[in-house]
């Protein structure tokens, strides 16, 4: 099932299964906040990212393979279209890891935009940086879809990487 990503590795539990997404735009967008934030956070330096950040496959593999297998399918589908629309890079990949994730500079303008009615003055960097798991997703969903529509405003029509 759908982790998130918590305030450290320790704290690293999955999703009740009520608490889940319903569906696949739900978890790219869930997917999409998770991953900005972490690459906002650890700017300028590159990281690694895998699935297991982000499915429980110890839950998933003693109940359903093909859905273990769908949500990866979901996972290395979201981290290549961000790649393919100009939000993030990679150098490289090898099964469910990507190595030498960074944000763009585009990515990077998009994420220190300030949030759509925040008080605190807050950039969607910021707020989806902040994000740990248990907090609501209807937030996180909201924030990604400020970020995905000031990126559309700014970027070129994606062109697709080859990858």
Known sequence: ????????AKEKNAYG????????????????GLILGRLY???????????????DYKELE??????LS??????LATVKWLADVGYIHFDGMSGVSFFELILTSNGLLILRAFAEGEKDHS????????FTQGESTLEL?????????LGSQLLKPMTRSGI
């Open 123 to 130: 950039t969607l960097g910021e707020k989806l940086s902040q």
């Open 141 to 149: 969903r909201a924030l990604v879809t400020q970020a995905l529509n």
């Open 1 to 8: 099932m759908f982790k998130g990503f918590a305030g450290s």
């Open 17 to 32: 299964i009520n608490d889940l997404p319903s569906n696949n735009i739900e978890l790219f967008d869930s997917y999409t």
């Open 41 to 55: 956070r650890n700017f300028p330096q590159p990281i690694t990212l895998t699935a297991e950040e982000f499915i």
């Open 62 to 67: 003693d109940s359903n393979r093909q859905l």
């Open 70 to 75: 769908q949500e990866e399918n979901l996972f």
